[in-house]
């Protein structure tokens, strides 16, 4: 059974730097592991992809926020690490960890974490 | 990027009343090489993350009832609900996962009368 959950702070002060973690169970991101993405949604507003990283390392971001976001994985904690620089009240939203699947072919988000509330305020 | 495009943005049925749920990508989600739409929708309900209903634009996901159905092929497809239940309101989205950035609509509200 595969689950994740998302952890990390519920307030961050503006420009301050937001890290989450999302720890999974039931896959590996070693070889042939697919991928683990993260997905926000703010209060009100549709959901947004941020950034995703492959079983082999290979990692991809949103253009429009490329130069503040950086993900990272530790395949023997199982872990995935989402750090987002310089935060402002519009990053207020709930964050999602998911797994995309691989076999044979890409599958989109099958699994979800429960998601974490984020609120950028002084 | 490709542009997710849902309509309409809500929608009310009344029990048992079909719904239908369009989506329209800016540029072709078919991959020539296997033949399939990296396509997906999600419903989505408050307090809960997004579950996958559809992928590859018409497969349904395990465990989904057969009343949710998808269609369409290259830049315009479809969700179906053949007989939406009260259990069925919430939010639906599609998402293209042909290339990243991967990008969803805007999300169509669904309502029961």
């Known amino acids: 059974q595969i689950t994740l959950k998302e952890s990390g702070p519920t307030l961050v002060k503006p420009t301050q730097t937001l890290t989450l973690t999302c720890t999974f169970s039931?896959?590996?991101?070693?070889?042939?592991?697919?991928?683990v993405g993260w997905i926000r949604q703010p209060p009100g507003k549709a959901l947004e992809w941020l950034t995703l990283?492959?079983?082999?390392?290979?990692?991809r971001y949103s253009p429009s926020l490329k130069s503040r976001l950086t993900i990272t994985k530790d395949t023997s904690k199982n872990q995935v690490v989402l750090t987002m620089t310089n935060m402002d009240p519009v990053d207020t939203a709930t964050y999602y960890c998911?797994?995309?699947?691989?076999?044979?072919?890409?599958?989109?988000?099958?699994?979800w974490g429960q998601g974490t509330l984020v609120t950028v305020s002084s | 990027d490709i542009v997710m495009t849902q309509s309409p943005d809500s929608l009310a049925v009344s029990l048992g009343e079909r719904a239908t749920i369009n989506c329209k990508s800016s540029q072709s989600v078919l991959y020539s090489s296997n033949n399939k739409n990296y396509l997906a929708w999600y419903q989505h309900k408050p307090g809960q993350p997004p579950k996958l209903l559809i992928y590859?634009?018409?497969t349904r996901e395990s465990g989904v009832p057969d009343r949710f159905s998808g269609s369409g092929s290259g830049t315009e497809f479809t969700l179906t609900i053949s007989s939406p239940q009260a259990e069925d309101v919430a939010v639906y989205y599609c998402?293209?996962?042909?290339?990243?950035?991967?990008?969803f609509g805007q999300g169509t509200k669904l309502e029961i009368k």
């Open positions: 990283i492959y079983w082999n390392d290979d990692k």
């Open positions: 998402q293209q996962y042909y290339t990243t950035p991967y990008t």
């Open positions: 590859w634009a018409s």
């Open positions: 039931g896959f590996s991101l070693s070889s042939g592991g697919g991928g």
């Open positions: 998911a797994h995309q699947r691989y076999n044979n072919a890409w599958y989109p988000f099958g699994y």
